[in-house]
C-alpha cells in the first residue's frame, strides 16, 4: 500500500521536493563514484599496479557505503530513492597521476554537490537532511585529502621507476 492511502496522522514529516530532486542526484553521483574507483582499479591492475589498484577498490567499497548509507536514509523519511541509470566512468586514463587526477576532480565535484544540498536543506528548513549530511561533508575532507597526497607522492616519483614502485607500496598500505 502507496502511502498516499495512510491518513495524515501516520505520515512522517517529508523530505522538501528540492532536496528530494538534489538527494536522489546525489545517490547516482555516489553510484558513479562506486563504478569509477572499480574502472580506476581494474585500469592500474592492468598497468601492474597492484598497491593503487587496492586503493580504489577500496575506495569502491566506501563509495558503496555512501549510497548503502544515503538510500536507508532516504527510506527513513520514507522518500525512497528513485534509482536512475548510472553514467559510465570516462576512458581511463594511461597513467597513475591521470587516474589520481581524475580521482581527486571527481571527489571534489562530490564536495561541492554535498555543500550544495546542506544549503539547500538548510534554506529550506530541512535540519534532519542538513545534519544528515554533515557526515559526508566530514568524510570529504578526509577523501580529498587522501587523494591529494597520493597525487602528491605521484608527482615527487616522477617518471623514476624505483620511486614509483615504492609510492605503490606505500599507497596499497595506506588504505
Ligand atoms: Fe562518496
Given amino acids: 500500500m502507496g502511502k498516499n492511502h495512510l491518513s495524515a ?7 522538501p521536493a528540492a532536496v528530494l530532486t538534489e538527494l536522489n542526484r546525489q545517490l547516482t553521483l555516489e553510484q558513479y563514484s562506486v563504478s569509477c574507483a572499480y574502472a ?3 585500469a592500474l591492475e592492468n598497468m601492474q599496479w597492484p598497491g593503487m589498484a587496492k586503493y ?15 538510500f536507508k536514509y532516504m527510506v527513513d523519511r520514507d522518500s ?13 586514463l594511461t597513467d597513475p597521476l591521470g587516474i589520481f ?8 565535484d562530490v564536495t561541492v554537490s554535498i555543500d550544495k544540498i546542506s544549503q539547500l536543506a538548510h ?19 578526509k577523501e580529498e585529502r587522501d587523494i591529494l ?18 609510492v605503490d607500496h606505500r599507497i596499497g598500505k595506506a588504505r
Avoid: C
Fill in 9 to 15: 496522522s501516520t505520515q512522517l514529516t517529508s523530505i
Fill in 40 to 42: 580506476m582499479s581494474a
Fill in 56 to 70: 580504489w577498490r577500496k575506495q569502491a567499497k566506501d563509495e558503496q557505503g555512501h549510497a548503502k548509507k544515503l
Fill in 80 to 92: 525512497p530513492p528513485v534509482i536512475e541509470a548510472v553514467p559510465a566512468p570516462p576512458a581511463m
Fill in 101 to 108: 587526477n581524475y580521482g581527486l576532480s571527481n571527489s571534489k
Fill in 123 to 141: 534554506d529550506a528548513g530541512d535540519y534532519a537532511t542538513f545534519h544528515f549530511l554533515a557526515w559526508y561533508v566530514k568524510d570529504q575532507v
Fill in 149 to 166: 597526497d597520493a597525487v602528491a607522492q605521484l608527482q615527487h616519483a616522477g617518471s623514476d621507476m624505483s620511486a614509483l614502485l615504492h
